[in-house]
């Protein structure tokens, strides 16, 4: 039965912003709205997890396909291309919910993306990001003070 003060959602996507704490072995519960959008969209209970600069990302698996399907077509021949291959796919890793709606994040991930105790999860559509959260105060801060310049380029590409 469908709830009267929370209309049906049309568009499932990964939107919003949550703070969470890891615990001592690396577990991290998922928001439950992004486990949701997992089950019905994407029919999975899983994720592909890698480094992305700062962060950490987080894909569905069929998006993750789409990623690998596009990388294995590139010229491999490319220094940058390998160079994201060795930091980008060989990095990936399946993880799996547990009971409580938790994936354990490996200790190389948490390392390249310095993730200590409190992380902020953030929906970017098709996939959610994991960050520190004293990394994502900075990034927040220095968003906050460019918006202008970022505003002008995302006016030039039509948003």
Known sequence: MEDQNFPKRTNLVFRGRYLHVLDKKGRLSIPSIFREILREKYKEERLMLTCFGKSLVAYPVPE????????SKLPQIRPEVRQFQLLFISGAVECEFDKQGRILIPPSLRKDAGLKKEVVIAGMLNKFEIWDKEKWDREMKSLIENFEEISKVLSDLGI
């Open 64 to 71: 993750w396909i789409i990623i690998e399907e596009k990388v």
